[in-house]
């Protein structure tokens, strides 16, 4: 009896204590194309496939070749965008519905699709038009969605860090931008409650660093660099706090529950020569660290044991941006060299954990 009892338990212990192992190394990336030197979308599936362990994708565009390369890979999923000028016109729901049935109905269901992010970063163009068509464009698309018996695709919006007002410091005062908080946010989070939708936020401690917290913008320390008065709770890293102080905002209008995506972050391997905190050691270790973080389970602080879809900016270096650092945010090259090293190949896997091969094999 207790024999039987005992080789089902240590099977399931063993599986407990392994599928963690695997699963740390999964992330999402963003597959930007400003570039003109990129492999070809069929390419670069068949890479993201067979060499690494990325299962989420987002495009910032609905690039009918880059959506009909993903079709019938199993296990991974897209995130498509809308372009912000496409933003007024879909918030009237014939055209949500035509842009449905031109852009994405003809690659469905092959091509598997999580998530419509609409728009990118609209609160911060800070056009006064597109924010007000921002919540009815996300309205319409869901209806239109619902009206295809379309299911399995939520409707979201990025936001840069730059919603938060000023003052959002500690993590615990985190608050939206005074005019925006009530009139804008507050339906927009009333909107993902309803409809089970993630906020979408891109929280870049890249851009929030100063000399003397590159190492806590970086995940390099275990120590308590940044204590919260108000909650008696101590920071580690950046990108908690950051995070963290999106929670608090969320929550100050009443939206604690409602899910968060990281839809973007990411660390540049190359700048300009004066830039400090650029540089290939500097962007393997935010990407990394942040990889082994919000695979880990612990979650933030204020939102313990909660984990994040995150998408990584970017999957490759994109020589059509306009800064030297801003080309220079890819993992790979166009070559599909790695630029370095953060845990994110499928030998990877096997080369650090080789105890666990045999449970790896797909
Ligand atoms: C995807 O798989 C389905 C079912 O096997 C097949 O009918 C379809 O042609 C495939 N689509 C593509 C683009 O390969
Ligand atoms: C959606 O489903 C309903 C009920 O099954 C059906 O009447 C309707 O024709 C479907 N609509 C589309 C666009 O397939
Ligand atoms: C926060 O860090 C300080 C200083 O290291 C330590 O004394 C304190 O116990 C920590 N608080 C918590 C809640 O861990
Ligand atoms: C969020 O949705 C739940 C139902 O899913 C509801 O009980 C709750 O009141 C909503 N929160 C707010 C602030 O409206
Ligand atoms: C860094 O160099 C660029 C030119 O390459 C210059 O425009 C910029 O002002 C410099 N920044 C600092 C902080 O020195």
């Given at each position: 009896?207790?024999?039987?009892?005992?080789?089902?338990?240590?099977?399931?212990?063993?599986?407990?204590?392994?599928?963690?192992?695997?699963?740390?190394?999964?992330?999402?990336?963003?597959?930007?194309?400003?570039?003109?030197?990129?492999?070809?979308?069929?390419?670069?599936?068949?890479?993201?496939?067979?060499?690494?362990?990325?299962?989420?994708?987002?495009?910032?565009?609905?690039?009918?070749?880059?959506?009909?390369?993903?079709?019938?890979?199993?296990?991974?999923?897209?995130?498509?965008?809308?372009?912000?000028?496409?933003?007024?016109?879909?918030?009237?729901?014939?055209?949500?519905?035509?842009?449905?049935?031109?852009?994405?109905?003809?690659?469905?269901?092959?091509?598997?699709?999580?998530?419509?992010?609409?728009?990118?970063?609209?609160?911060?163009?800070?056009?006064?038009?597109?924010?007000?068509?921002?919540?009815?464009?996300?309205?319409?698309?869901?209806?239109?969605?619902?009206?295809?018996?379309?299911?399995?695709?939520?409707?979201?919006?990025?936001?840069?860090?730059?919603?938060?007002?000023?003052?959002?410091d500690?993590?615990?005062?985190?608050?939206?931008?005074?005019?925006?908080?009530?009139?804008?946010?507050?339906?927009?989070?009333?909107?993902?409650?309803?409809?089970?939708?993630?906020?979408?936020?891109?929280?870049y401690p890249f851009f929030g660093f100063r000399p003397e917290t590159l190492n806590y913008a970086l995940f390099n320390t275990?120590d308590?660099v940044f204590?919260?008065?108000?909650?008696?709770?101590?920071y580690?890293n950046m990108f908690?706090a950051?995070?963290?102080?999106?929670?608090?905002?969320?929550?100050?209008?009443?939206?604690?529950?409602?899910?968060?995506?990281?839809?973007?972050?990411?660390w540049p391997?190359?700048g300009e020569p004066n830039q400090t905190g650029v540089g290939?050691d500097y962007a393997?270790a935010y990407?990394?660290?942040?990889?082994?973080?919000?695979?880990?389970?612990?979650?933030?602080?204020?939102?313990?044991?909660?984990?994040?879809?995150?998408?990584?900016?970017?999957?490759?270096?994109?020589?059509?941006?306009?800064?030297?650092s801003?080309?220079?945010?890819?993992?790979?090259?166009?070559?599909?060299?790695?630029?370095?090293?953060?845990?994110?190949?499928?030998?990877?896997?096997?080369?650090?954990?080789?105890?666990?091969?045999?449970?790896?094999?797909?």
């Amino acid at each position: 009896m207790m024999r039987a009892k005992l080789i089902p338990l240590f099977f399931f212990l063993a599986l407990t204590l392994i599928v963690p192992f695997s699963a740390a190394y999964h992330v999402g990336v963003n597959y930007g194309t400003v570039a003109n030197n990129l492999p070809p979308p069929h390419q670069v599936v068949n890479f993201i496939k067979t060499k690494t362990n990325i299962n989420h994708v987002k495009i910032f565009d609905t690039n009918p070749n880059i959506l009909a390369a993903f079709s019938n890979i199993t296990g991974m999923s897209l995130t498509v965008t809308v372009p912000n000028s496409d933003i007024p016109s879909l918030s009237k729901l014939p055209k949500a519905r035509s842009w449905l049935s031109d852009h994405l109905l003809p690659f469905l269901p092959a091509t598997s699709i999580r998530y419509i992010a609409v728009g990118n970063e609209v609160i911060a163009t800070s056009d006064k038009k597109l924010i007000a068509h921002l919540l009815p464009a996300m309205e319409s698309l869901t209806l239109a969605l619902n009206l295809a018996n379309v299911t399995g695709i939520s409707v979201s919006t990025p936001h840069s860090l730059g919603v938060l007002s000023g003052s959002s410091d500690p993590p615990s005062s985190g608050m939206f931008r005074k005019g925006y908080d009530k009139s804008i946010f507050a339906p927009i989070l009333d909107f993902h409650n309803r409809t089970k939708s993630p906020f979408m936020v891109n929280p870049y401690p890249f851009f929030g660093f100063r000399p003397e917290t590159l190492n806590y913008a970086l995940f390099n320390t275990n120590d308590a660099v940044f204590f919260d008065p108000v909650t008696k709770l101590n920071y580690t890293n950046m990108f908690d706090a950051q995070l963290d102080a999106v929670s608090s905002a969320m929550k100050r209008l009443g939206y604690g529950d409602v899910d968060i995506v990281v839809a973007e972050t990411g660390w540049p391997s190359a700048g300009e020569p004066n830039q400090t905190g650029v540089g290939l050691d500097y962007a393997a270790a935010y990407n990394g660290n942040l990889i082994k973080h919000v695979n880990s389970g612990k979650g933030t602080p204020l939102m313990p044991n909660r984990v994040f879809e995150t998408y990584i900016f970017s999957l490759f270096n994109e020589n059509l941006k306009p800064s030297a650092s801003e080309q220079n945010f890819g993992l790979f090259k166009p070559d599909f060299t790695p630029v370095n090293d953060v845990g994110i190949m499928k030998t990877d896997q096997v080369t650090k954990h080789p105890s666990l091969e045999k449970w790896c094999v797909q």
